[in-house]
């Protein structure tokens, strides 16, 4: 097959599984969005009206998108591709390195695997190892394609038993992408999914650090992505020594500012809240512990008041929902 071949039949492939994911979205999007007025914020980042991961967690819970649709194309469409389509996508990715081809069909795959059976038809193709390879590519725009068809595929559970090999050159490829990059938003937001639960949260302790340099530089996007994966961490017990020991910059008090956007400090506060709690329900295992003066241990418990000062001040803001939940720190306090 030639390479016009190869990008027109891409292209067909590409038309007919985005105008499936546009049909997906119109009709599911509306349902999850119902349901999620109704229920408040849930943690998984649902990718597929099929297999979720189960929810946990405490105070705000974590939510996130399914990778966006690459293509608008919204035309109307009766069915997904088939397992023998998927195959043909696969082998394109392993046997081409022509850039637009390999976007393509990352695309395709990735608005694919927004249906859970195709979830783990792509599984049983080998599809995950492939795509995961492809973070490879020196191309950021392919890497970010790959991001997002991991991200959808991780919503499948067995699919993250698969994926979690990658996480390593997922945090690499996040904390060293541009700032606030696509590329990067693409990699916090599988970071997001792969700790929902608790089973993989420790193969990305030692870039925990990472995630509050983020916190502290991002822009508004960067820093609710991440702090939907620093939640997700912080509602684990097992994690919480790694989280109060991690070096934070000074400037990460300046979240508890009054004129922070709502859904930042909302998220920060949860953060905080559910590190406090753990530290009072484990007090004499962290007695025993030394903390570095720079660590978020001490920004919390130092002898500095500042944190006090700035949750005090918080507890007369304008929103009801900020009091309310500044009001469940100083309790723990």
């Not at 891409?10 to 985005?18: C, K, Q, Y």
């Not at 349901?35 to 819970?61: D, N, V």
């Not at 925990?208 to 609710?224: A, C, M, Q, R, Y």
């Not at 000074?250 to 753990?278: C, P, Q, Y």
Request: hydrophobic share 40%.
């Amino acid at each position: 097959m030639g390479k016009a071949q190869e990008a027109g039949w891409v292209a067909g492939l590409v038309l007919g599984a985005s105008a499936c994911y546009c049909v997906y979205r119109l009709t599911w999007g509306k349902e999850m969005s119902r349901k999620t007025a109704a229920a408040g914020e849930s943690r998984g980042c649902p990718a597929g009206p099929g297999r979720t991961l189960p929810q946990r967690g405490s105070g705000l819970r974590v939510t996130s998108s399914p990778s966006p649709p690459a293509e608008n194309d919204c035309t109307k469409s009766s069915s997904i591709l088939d397992a023998q389509h998927l195959k043909k996508l696969i082998c394109l990715l392993e046997s081409t390195e022509d850039p637009l081809i390999r976007e393509r069909a990352l695309i395709t795959l990735g608005n694919s695997a927004a249906f859970s059976v195709s979830q783990d038809i792509i599984r049983n193709l080998d599809g995950l190892l492939v795509i995961g390879n492809i973070l490879k590519d020196p191309n950021p725009k392919i890497k970010e394609k790959a991001l997002n068809a991991l991200n959808n595929l991780s919503m499948n559970i067995q699919n993250q038993k698969e994926i979690k090999v990658f996480l390593s050159q997922v945090c690499e490829e996040t904390f060293s992408s541009p700032l606030n990059s696509d590329l990067q938003l693409a990699g916090l937001r599988l970071l997001t999914n792969m700790t929902v639960t608790n089973d993989y949260q420790h193969l990305i302790a030692n870039s925990i650090s990472g995630l509050f340099d983020l916190l502290s530089v991002g822009n508004e996007n960067t820093k609710i992505q991440t702090l939907k994966v620093l939640l997700n961490l912080s509602a684990n017990p097992a994690m919480t020594k790694e989280l109060l020991n991690v070096q934070v910059p000074s400037s990460l008090i300046f979240l508890l500012d009054g004129n922070m956007e709502k859904e930042i400090l909302l998220r920060v506060l949860t953060l905080f809240a559910n590190l406090k709690d753990s530290i009072k329900q484990k007090d004499n295992a962290f007695a025993q512990h030394q903390f570095n003066n720079t660590s978020l241990f001490f920004l919390l418990y130092g002898e500095s008041t500042e944190c006090t000062e700035k949750l005090l001040s918080l507890s007369c803001h304008h929103d009801v929902d900020v009091k309310e939940k500044v009001a469940k720190i100083l309790t723990i306090l």
